[in-house]
């Protein structure tokens, strides 16, 4: 289900997860087949651009 904004945050793409987020209404909080949310992501390798965009999208740091 949110694989794929799962691997555009891999990409550090920010630009592209605020495109998906707004054009599909994609869950910020969802997350991958392994249990992983775009959040954990970003963190995880160091994307702090999207990490901040995240953020102001509404992303919720308490969600395992």
Known sequence: ?????CDI?????????EALVHASSH????????GRTPMLLACL???HQVVHLLL???ADITKR
């Not at 289900?1 to 904004?5: A, H, K, T």
């Open 1 to 5: 289900m949110n694989e794929r904004m």
């Open 9 to 17: 945050v891999r990409n550090d793409s920010v630009d592209c997860v």
């Open 27 to 34: 869950e910020t909080n969802g997350a991958d087949v392994d």
């Open 45 to 47: 390798n160091g994307h």
């Open 56 to 58: 102001t999208l509404g």
